[in-house]
């Protein structure tokens, strides 16, 4: 199992800007896709970005595009997420994920495809 490790979450104003990081062990697990899951107080776990590891396929959330940018650093042991833009909205603990399975337009979103989890790291968004 991959161990997954974020950092980077801070309290900023609307408008400003953050990079969130997701170390991943250097573990030889397969990870065909990595993503990043966000939960609001009293919402549900939502996926925010996802990608796919070997096509380089990219999905995000609606209310997310053109805000936010997921990539991985060369080596492809770290998960990156550019946020820009943030709104208060984008308050939450974000959480990195990584699956075995390759993910699709139809399934990223889905928590059951992901099989390792990071701890979560909180964002919070003032307005």
């Known amino acids: 199992q991959v161990q997954l490790v974020e950092s980077g979450g801070d309290s900023v104003q609307a408008g400003g800007s953050l990079r969130l990081s997701c170390a991943a062990s250097?573990?030889?697990?397969?990870?065909?896709?990595m993503a990043w899951f966000r939960q609001a107080p009293g919402k549900e776990r939502e996926g925010v970005a996802a990608?796919?590891?070997?096509?380089?396929?990219?999905y995000y959330a609606d209310s997310v595009r053109n805000r936010f940018t997921i990539f991985q650093d060369n080596a492809k042991i770290t998960l990156l997420l550019q946020m820009n833009v943030l709104k208060p909205e984008d308050t939450a603990v974000y959480y990195c994920?990584?699956?075995?399975?390759?993910?699709?337009?139809?399934?990223?979103?889905?928590?059951?495809?992901?099989?390792?989890w990071g701890q979560g790291t909180q964002v919070t968004v003032s307005s």
């Open positions: 994920a990584a699956s075995k399975d390759d993910c699709y337009s139809g399934s990223w979103r889905s928590q059951d495809i992901y099989n390792s």
């Open positions: 250097r573990s030889t697990a397969i990870r065909n896709c």
């Open positions: 990608i796919s590891t070997g096509s380089g396929r990219i």
